[in-house]
């Protein structure tokens, strides 16, 4: 055994030891930290993304955009009537005669096609000696020549203090009546495979006969339905516990049923457990 966190007398801790011990802390997936802008990706136009600054350790190789700062992304024009879905990947090069290493930003450029699907990339094992491993933080979705969306495809790890990745929102949205038994989408989030807990609570301070509130996520539905007499000041919440295999949308939806759309406050927790 070899003491790393001590003074042996001349120089001795590797990037392989602090991956190991990021490892042992983070995982050996990919996640962006609690930090900064937490790289928050935005779309400047058809041709630019811009990921902002934070953090991201992948294997436990630790990348940093610098604080104030961002990354420009290029991205190819699209294809007129046809999709196409680019990844944003963070990237681990090796040089295999200096020993030199690296970590960027790349675009891995998709296939035009009238339905899309993501490019292929290089995975691989940074520990076990690999000198080219890639990663996609981010899916860039184009329609023609428009980039109509980015997906984040890895999870943000919180810190000790936050207990866990928590994601809080909260707002005002107006909610259609029930007429046509269709939902107002509150709100949607797109989350990358995992165990989650997700709370929604929604508050009407008119008078309304009904309330309903539900969490969507895949296959499972969770539903909170408030039905009585007229009634002011109506509220539901609902809480929901699933798991979802690949990136999904969940929807967090509401109806009433006052007969005309009705203003509504909200909240939305979101907490990944597994």
Known sequence: MQIVTGYEGTPHVTAWQDRDLNQGIFGSGTYILSV???????IISNNEIRIADGAVVMQGCL??????TYDTIAIDNGSQGL???DLICAQYSKNGSTGVESMSLVVIKGTAASSA????YTSGDIQNGDTLVQVPLYRVVLSGLTVTGIERLV???GNITEGGAVTNYSGSASIQSLAGFLFTTVRTELL????YLASFWIRVEEDLQGLTNSIEAGLASFRCAVVAASQYDVRCAVTAFFTLSSATNVYFRARQNSGSAVDASYGISIKKVG
Do not use: C, F, Y
Request: net charge neutral.
């Open 36 to 42: 900064g802008s937490k790289m928050a990706a935005s």
């Open 63 to 68: 990348g940093v955009i610098q604080k104030g």
């Open 83 to 85: 999709a196409r879905h």
């Open 117 to 120: 699907t993501d490019p292929a």
């Open 155 to 157: 999870d943000e790890a």
């Open 192 to 195: 990358p495979a995992g165990t």
